[in-house]
């Protein structure tokens, strides 16, 4: 079938195979860089490496050149399948690496001790060992545990087993479940593989023409837009395009496919006419397709009736990716912005220390009276409601750790002040007040306009200063036991001193929450033993 062609335009080879063959890989820079995060699985940092992407991005293709690349000694498992038990993907991982066992007597246990007995022997003989697994998003969270549990096995500086995870969008999903967080802290690098932009497009198809013998124009530039149109960038659609493409060239004894071409393709491979493309964006219509391919899947199988379901489902998602991104763009750029009127509006110091009080729920705050330097009057004010005011010097890291509203001193382009107050954190955003005005920024970019300077309210318990530590009051020591106890989910003790014990659980808490670990309780530390107190009633 494809002989014809291949001879009518001099190329030695098919060039737009769907078959994953590493003699053909595009290394753009996305997949440049996807390269280099697998190989990074390969060091001695070890542990997990996570590469994801949609359907048809090339994931495959860039671990079998991988597996090309890997030095001597290195043994590798690959595994295609990931549905399988725990029990089974142990007996895959077996036969990966060679290892003998008893299939009729076989456990859990007797293959975790038989893998960890071949990971130590190979580490002794210097050999690193690897675990590449595709399609990773169909492994189930008590197979991601069993995988989890392998890579305990470490010396001093490695572990003895490194994993790369490979899959669709949805392995990220699947690996923010709270059963899977010991293992998604494992993981040393990830990386998310988008689809070819339009010049890369171009690019790919004149080097796979390359790659066949053929340094001629076949495409015409219109023609290449078109299949970036319709394919979304995917080049495992690109390659289906492009193929029944230069056949219909060559059936035509046409020397450049042209967009008539590529159209023609596209309704002969894909079921789709590029006249009514918007088409396919309407909701029902991708439910209907949605629909449809499962109800193939199921009674077809493999039939080209599938494939074809398969294809149009990887054209949904490319489009659908591509509105995702245009919309994050647009969203990540209100994050990273900010209006020269909600600066200008915000100069005031004693305004955004209104918003403190408000959160507070006190509502009696004059902003007139308080015209003294450094907002002393209106922190003399806040001894009358019992609450104090504390000027924060650091990181903006730490101080939202502390889950206070604070006001942030920011500076604008020209070096000169504002004040804006945190009233919300969502992940890497934060909810500034501007005044009368709220605003979404990114942490990112607030750290750009932020210079270590803030003030908060909050309540002391009674007693406190600055610390709680051995020569305080035992009621402040009892009362420190208390809120850790609350926060650590254990029985309270009733202490007469600041004894070791305390001392190894206030070190925990603080390690957990970014503190300073110092033997004592500071004011931070008991700000955040409030706070938590808060969140946990």
Known sequence: MYNGYTGYFGLNDIPFSIAP????????GRHQEAL???????????????????????????????????????????????????KELLA??????????????????????????????????????????????????????????????ET??????????????????????????????????????????????????????????????????????????????????????????LLGAYSQEKQQVDKSIVKQSAKETLGLDTKTLSFWHKPMVKNLLVTASMVIFAFTGFSVAKQQSDNIAQVQLAHQQSIELNNQKTIEKQLNSIENTLINTSRNLDDAFAHLFYNWQIQTFNQESSSAPNGTTACERALTYELQCYWYQGELKRLLT???????????????????????????????KFNKNSKWLSTAFIERHYQ???????????????????????????????????????????????????????GQFQQTRGLAVNNLADTETVMALLTNAKESN
């Not at 967080?181 to 040393?188: D, K, S």
Request: some cysteine.
């Open 452 to 506: 270590g300077s803030a003030v908060l309210l909050w309540r002391s318990p009674q007693g406190f200063i600055d610390r709680i530590d051995e020569s305080s009051e035992i009621h402040l020591v009892q009362w420190l036991e208390g809120k850790l106890s609350i926060q650590q989910q254990r029985p309270t003790r009733h202490i007469k001193q600041f004894d070791a014990l305390l001392t190894n659980q206030l």
């Open 92 to 153: 895959t991982v077996c036969d990966e690496l060679s290892i003998d066992y008893d299939s009729g007597n076989a456990t859990l246990k007797t293959f975790t001790d038989i893998i960890l007995q071949q990971l130590l022997n190979n580490h002794q003989q210097g050999k690193n060992t690897l675990l590449i697994i595709d399609e990773a998003q169909h492994l189930q969270p008590e197979v991601l545990e069993q995988l989890r549990l392998l890579t305990n096995l």
């Open 156 to 245: 001093h500086t490695k572990k003895l087993l490194q994993v790369i995870l490979i899959g669709q969008p949805e392995l990220q999903e699947l690996l923010k479940r709270r059963d899977l967080r010991q293992l998604a802290q494992r993981i040393t690098a990830r990386y998310h593989l988008l689809p070819l932009n339009q010049k890369e497009v171009s690019l790919y198809i004149k080097h796979r023409l390359s790659i066949a013998g053929c340094t001629n124009p076949l495409f015409k530039p219109s023609a290449i837009a078109l299949i970036h149109k319709i394919t979304g960038g995917v080049p495992r659609l690109v390659n289906l395009i492009c193929d029944r493409a």
């Open 402 to 432: 502390l889950g206070y509203p604070a006001t942030l001193q920011l500076f604008d382009e020209n070096g000169d002040a504002y004040y804006a107050t945190v009233t919300q954190q969502q992940n890497d955003k934060v909810l500034l």
């Open 36 to 86: 280099t995060h697998l190989t990074y699985g390969l060091g001695d940092a070890g542990g997990f490496v996570l590469l994801t992407g949609e359907v048809g991005t090339g994931k495959t293709t860039v671990s079998k050149c991988l597996l090309e690349q890997l030095p001597e000694n290195t043994q590798a498992a690959f595994i295609l399948n990931p549905t399988l038990s725990a």
């Open 21 to 28: 063959n590493p003699h053909y890989l595009f290394m753009s």
